[in-house]
């Protein structure tokens, strides 16, 4: 592109005149930094040249005029890209300005997700369920539409997950987006919360908004005090609930893309649950789980004297104690470092050493 503007055929007045258009459009606001490409183009009209420059997402253009007389007559047309636009403009000291994320403002983290579903360990029925769920996600509402009139009043590609914390909540919903090909935006409900009367309102409205305009996953996570079951309204409080309640229901109804809420609880108001296609049970892991669990962790060349034996009677003690994923990797990972910090492989005794210690520890936690 620089390269035709540069050419013989088209003299310098001409390419200033074009970079000027572009310049202005910029500087003046009406044609967005963001703007993907644009076409430059000379052309004649009379007596005269025409340089514009024309933004085909939004097909505004902005022109520039100036005597031709003397001037060779051979027209101009360039598509140039973001990059470009850039380096033209940096040749006549004019700064694209700087595009502020439109996340920065909001209450979320972007998260690149690092699990695959089939590195976690799930009993069948949950598996098979988030593959469905995938599926039906990465084909949009044409699953829905091929339903027919079986998915009626279905508005939303929606998942709950309930469980206790420690069981893949989190996880699952990183599998997801990984499977999907498409980040993660996890949304906790006491970062979107504000003191201020309306404000809790417009973070969901621009989350959902942020979600459609990038296809993103959107998980919330912790999302009790968003979708718990309401009581009564006998205070400002309620009536507060009530209106957050709704913008996430009126959010879910315009939203096309996957959205996965986890919670801890089991009490949910029910036009919600109405709204979720899937509504899934992550319990704590039984004792063949566990065993699963136990070799995935220490495939990947942790340095133990670890047999077979042993993790079946590891995985016993630790179903026992209603162990969770999140607490046996953390007694196994204890258990490896204390190994580590004396340059010997993790041992039997070690981990139970660890176990005695979570046990402990769980039973001064208040159910």
């Given amino acids: 592109m620089l390269g035709s503007l ?18 202005r459009a910029i500087a003046n606001g009406e044609l967005p930094a963001a703007t993907e490409s644009v076409i430059l ?27 031709g007389k003397g001037l060779p007559r051979t027209p101009v047309r360039e598509v140039l890209r973001l990059s470009g636009i850039a380096t033209l403009l940096s040749l006549y000291g004019v700064s694209l300005p700087r595009v502020a994320d ?5 209450p979320l983290t972007k998260i690149e997700p690092k699990w695959k579903l089939s590195e976690i360990v799930l009993d ?17 509402r044409a699953a829905l539409s091929a339903a027919g009139s079986l998915a009626k009043g279905v508005s939303s590609i929606c998942a709950l997950m309930v469980g206790p914390p420690g069981v893949g909540k989190s996880i699952c919903a990183e599998a997801v987006a990984q499977a999907l ?16 009367a309306g404000e809790t309102q417009k973070n969901i409205k621009g989350i959902f908004e942020y979600a459609r305009a990038n296809g993103v996953v959107l998980f919330f996570d912790e999302a009790e005090s968003l979708v718990c079951r309401l009581r009564a309204m006998a205070s ?27 919670s801890n609880w089991d009490s949910f108001d ?81 981990v139970m050493k660890e176990c005695a210690v979570t046990s402990s520890a769980l039973a001064r936690v208040t159910p």
């Fill in 6 to 23: 540069r050419s013989s055929s088209t003299p310098a007045h001409l390419i200033d005149a074009l970079v000027g258009s572009l310049a």
């Fill in 41 to 67: 183009e000379v052309r004649w009209e009379g007596d005269e040249v025409v340089t514009s420059v024309l933004d085909p997402s939004s097909s505004r253009a902005w022109i520039t005029r100036i005597p």
């Fill in 102 to 106: 439109p996340a920065a403002n909001l």
């Fill in 124 to 140: 069948a029925p949950l598996r098979q369920s988030l593959d469905v769920f995938i599926s039906v996600a990465a084909n949009g």
């Fill in 181 to 196: 090909g498409r980040p993660l935006v996890r949304v906790r409900a006491s970062d979107i919360e504000s003191k201020y």
């Fill in 236 to 262: 400002a409080q309620d009536k507060y609930a009530s209106s957050v309640r709704a913008e996430i229901l009126l959010s879910l109804d315009a939203h096309e893309g996957p959205v996965l809420f986890a």
């Fill in 270 to 350: 029910a036009a919600f649950v109405r709204r979720c296609l899937y509504v899934l049970e992550l319990t704590l892991p039984d004792r063949g789980l566990l065993r699963a669990f136990l070799s995935s962790l220490l495939e990947n060349g942790a340095r133990t004297t670890l047999g077979g034996e042993q993790l079946d009677q590891i995985a016993d003690h630790l179903s026992e104690m209603k162990a969770s994923f999140a607490s046996t990797r953390s007694i196994l990972l204890r258990a490896h470092l204390r190994a580590h910090a004396s340059e010997q492989p993790m041992t039997y005794d070690a």
